[in-house]
């Protein structure tokens, strides 16, 4: 958790969240670029350790977000996709949910303490800043900060059936 406070340290006092603004702070607080694809004006894939980070959009509506949790569902036990057993399945998926859930637990107890410091307060749940905190995407759980012109949101997500759980941290 510490290198997304150092990456959200650095854009707390910037101006405008764009790309290359991102960019510049995931690399002054030690993140080395992953992946770079010609004609990109700014690299927006990037790796510290076990951690990455990718920077979405460009301008006003740019989102920098790094996975800090993965868990597989691997429910297929020959690789043939075509065997959903619903009941093998589903438990899998819950299991991993709550696996998520916990960690994400453990995370927003790390963040809290230097968040509260740095002028960052909780965003009330359910509400329209909670929303905004979401960009409308669906959460199995998440907390949000919210401090100056950014925003802290600390989630577990699954993007899809077919891809792990995850715990993110996206600054906005």
Do not use: C
């Not at 997304?4 to 603004?21: F, I, M, N």
């Not at 998520?100 to 968040?115: D, F």
């Not at 909780?122 to 949000?144: F, P, Q």
């Amino acid at each position: 958790m510490n290198e997304v406070l150092a990456v959200l340290d650095r854009l707390s006092d910037a101006g405008d969240l764009s790309g290359e603004t991102a960019a510049d702070a995931l690399r002054a607080a030690g993140w080395a670029v992953k992946r770079q694809f010609p004609g990109e004006d700014f690299a927006r894939h990037w790796e510290q350790g076990e951690l990455l980070a990718g920077i979405q959009g460009d301008g006003p509506h740019t989102r920098v977000e790094f996975s800090l949790w993965l868990r597989s569902v691997d429910t297929d036990d020959d690789g043939d996709d075509d065997d959903w057993d619903p009941d093998d399945d589903t438990v899998a998926l819950d299991e991993a949910y709550e696996a998520a859930e916990a960690a994400l637990a453990a995370l927003v107890a790390e963040a809290r303490g230097p968040l509260a410091a740095a002028g960052f307060t909780a965003v009330e749940e359910g509400g329209v800043a909670d929303e905004e905190a979401t960009g409308g995407l669906d959460y199995i759980a998440h907390r949000a900060w919210a401090g100056g012109r950014r925003v802290l949101l600390l989630g577990a997500t699954q993007d899809d059936t077919d891809l792990p759980v995850r715990v993110v941290a996206v600054v906005t």
